[in-house]
């Protein structure tokens, strides 16, 4: 079976719900914090919020997108 997102008619508006696209992903759920999260974390454990072990342990986690939806 060969499947071309190019001709999908809801390309780019429900990518999101879409089961290919959920079978197909090809990214961890989990991923390394980036720059700026590495920082906000840091700043927790220096504040005292969380301990220096959580801190090292913290991860981004990718979350699938929730289009919002409106009423009326």
Not at 37 to 55: K, P, Y
């Amino acid at each position: 079976m060969q499947i071309d997102c190019d001709t999908c008619p809801v390309r780019d508006r429900h990518c999101a719900e879409c089961m290919v696209t959920a079978l197909l992903q090809l990214a961890p759920l989990e991923q390394r914090l980036d720059g700026d999260e590495r920082r906000a974390v840091d700043g927790l454990a220096s504040a005292g919020l969380i301990t220096a072990q959580e801190a090292m342990a913290a991860t981004a986690r990718i979350e699938p997108w929730k289009p919002l939806r409106s009423t009326g």
